[in-house]
């Protein structure tokens, strides 16, 4: 009888894995399991099936892909990566499912639905040499993807690995970088370095051997970050973008590629008892070398006086001279008392994540730190922003009541002091949405005035200059905070594709709109303004389909609502966006 054929064929393999699978099943069986079955149902299998891949077989923490082109593998590998990151971010890092991605190209065995050989194996062990949310390639992947993606390799060099005959020539991908298609103007990892000393601070570790402390470092990092912003001689990278790397093992190189910054700062903080232990050391992120370390042993009424010496330090190490006002500014929070600034770093925690129960949390706890500290203005300043919350998104009985309350909390916090950032901040924004245009944009150039590396400030003035018709000033405004924020909020992108569709840009909005909903696909107002770009543009279906959509997430969304809380100066701005939707026979 003659032999039977073997079936074979060449493909692009995808062999993917859960980082510390079996501790987080140890720690946490069923949650585990929830996360892992949410991100295949939300973000894997989804991303797969777009990009033509076949799911060979899953294991319990793993799962084998074919895919026929190699540059979709790629493809898919990394906007799977980069879904898995931003659906973490709220995650405490010991509870993330992180999977580890290898990819190679090479020759298969075909047995029914299951495929063997060397090119799977190489894959397999390719996946088992990346980091945590990372991707490694074979030196053929790396060949045959050339400049067909614009990412970055870094090269591995040759590889030993287990049960293949010869070392395999690796390359780790950088995930950092947005595609070359994209509309944005800032790209992590893709920048020159400012013209001014420029430092990325990272969440300093927490030591206290009690994950519940975590908050107590985490606000030691942040007020840190708010000092150094207020110096004009100094580029700041903001915490968003430097808390991407918390629980990580760091690369301080690769950190100062990424976000496009001279030096890093790292340290940690051990809190027990009465007393409080801060380390911190300052390196030169293009040679690794230290510029400066310290040690700061305190009673832990003296952790102002701690945050004053290390920012000062920092300062000097760096050469930048203050002015006497500048001197002001940093040395203002002595008298707070410690359970008040307790408090109030978890309520700032609270008011940051932006639900209802966050919400009603973090008034409570800032309401407690300023009973102990009644002239506490940052505290002063996010109960204000609570109540803003409330008003923006609906929250509570009386939300125009809330704005009201806003308005006259952030004004007390301003009249207990008008050189504090972030108290302008808030006004800005709650006169904004009180459509007090030119007031609003007066208070958030005073806050960028006092605090010019305030990520958020930049991002507040690129929404009042949409609002106050301004595109084109709030499009170079939105750069300017994505160098200080590279790996930007996604709520960034809906800023950028509203001010490009009321520039006319329709197709650019599509593309920007497209890769927030790649970050968010549950965003009704990002499908409510595809559907009328796609309107305006012609393109009937995808705006009727883009509207079947919104209706999906959201039956109840209501333009007429819009029109009525969005405010806009000039009201014909948003009868553009009915326009797009009456093109494409949308009832508007």
């Known amino acids: 009888m003659p032999e039977e054929r073997v079936e074979r064929r060449l493909a692009a393999i995808l062999a993917a894995d859960v980082a510390g699978y079996s501790r ?21 299998d989804p991303k797969i099936a777009q990009h033509r891949g076949r ?84 030196r053929t992947v790396h060949d045959q993807i050339g400049n067909r993606l614009d990412i970055t390799f870094v090269d591995l060099g040759e590889q030993a690995l287990k049960n293949i005959a010869q070392a395999v020539r690796a390359f780790r991908v950088e995930l950092a970088r947005t595609p070359a298609s994209s509309p944005l103007p800032a790209q992590p990892g893709n920048q020159p370095l400012p013209d001014r000393p420029s430092i990325a601070v990272l969440a300093f570790n927490n030591m206290s051997g009690d994950p519940e402390q975590e908050y107590f470092s985490d606000g030691i990092t942040e007020d840190i970050i708010t000092d150094l912003s207020k110096l004009s001689e100094l580029h700041v990278i903001a915490r968003n973008s430097t ?6 093992p760091v690369d301080v190189k690769r950190v100062g590629r990424e976000l496009g910054v001279r030096y890093v700062l790292e340290g940690s903080v051990r809190k027990a008892g009465n007393r409080v232990r801060v380390t911190s050391q300052l390196i030169d992120a293009a040679s690794g070398a230290h510029i400066w370390a310290d040690r700061f042993d305190r009673d832990l009424t003296d952790i ?20 006497p006002e500048q001197k002001g500014r ?12 307790n408090l109030f770093l978890r309520g700032r925690e609270q008011a940051l994540i932006l639900t209802k129960s966050n919400n009603i949390e973090a008034r409570s706890l800032l309401g407690r730190a300023l009973a102990i500290s009644p002239d506490f203005v940052a505290a002063c300043a996010y109960v204000a922003l609570t109540r803003l919350n409330d008003y923006i998104n609906g929250w509570g009985e009386a939300p125009e009541r809330s704005l009201e309350i806003a308005l006259e909390i952030a004004e007390r916090a301003i009249a207990m002091d008008d050189e504090d950032p972030y108290a302008h901040f808030i006004l800005a924004e709650a006169l904004l949405w009180g459509r007090e245009h030119d007031r609003a944009f ?32 709030s499009v170079d405004t939105l750069n300017a905070y994505m160098r200080l924020d590279p790996f930007f909020r996604e709520v960034t992108l809906y800023f950028l594709a509203q001010a490009q569709e009321a520039l006319g840009q329709f197709d650019a909005a599509v593309a ?10 549950n965003s009704p107002t990002s499908y409510a303004l595809l559907a009328a770009c796609y309107g305006h543009l012609g393109r009937i279906a995808e705006s009727r389909a883009a509207w079947v959509e919104l209706m999906k997430i959201a039956p109840d969304f209501s333009m007429e609502r819009r029109r009525r809380v969005l405010p806009f100066r000039n009201p014909d701005m948003f009868e553009r966006r009915l326009e797009g939707l009456r093109k494409a026979g949308i009832p508007a």
Do not use: W
Not at 446 to 470: F, M, T, V, W
């Open 55 to 138: 799911i060979v077989k899953t294991t319990g923490d793993g799962a084998l892909v074919e895919f026929a082109s190699v540059v979709d593998a790629v493809r898919c590998a990394i906007e799977i990566q980069r879904g898995i990151v931003e659906r973490n971010a709220n995650v405490s890092p010991d509870k993330r499912v992180e999977f580890r991605i290898g990819i190679n190209v090479g020759d298969i065995i075909i047995q029914g639905s299951d495929i063997f050989g060397d090119g799977v194996n190489v894959a397999a062990r390719l996946e088992a040499l990346a980091e945590p949310s990372g991707i490694c390639v074979s």
């Open 24 to 44: 987080l099943m140890g720690a946490d069986e069923e949650g585990t399991l929830r996360a892992l079955t949410a991100h295949r149902s939300k973000l894997i």
């Open 330 to 341: 940093l040395t203002r929070k002595s008298t707070i008392d410690v359970e008040a600034y």
């Open 243 to 248: 808390f991407i790397y918390k629980g990580k």
């Open 442 to 473: 007066a208070e958030v150039q005073r806050c960028l005035a006092l605090a010019p590396s305030s990520a958020e400030g930049h991002l507040a003035k690129a929404n009042i200059q949409y609002y106050r018709g301004d595109a084109a000033g």
């Open 512 to 521: 920007t709109l497209t890769q927030r909903l790649e970050r968010n696909p």
């Open 304 to 323: 102002f006086a701690v945050q004053d010496e290390l920012t000062q330090e920092i300062i000097s190490a760096l050469k930048v001279k203050l002015t």
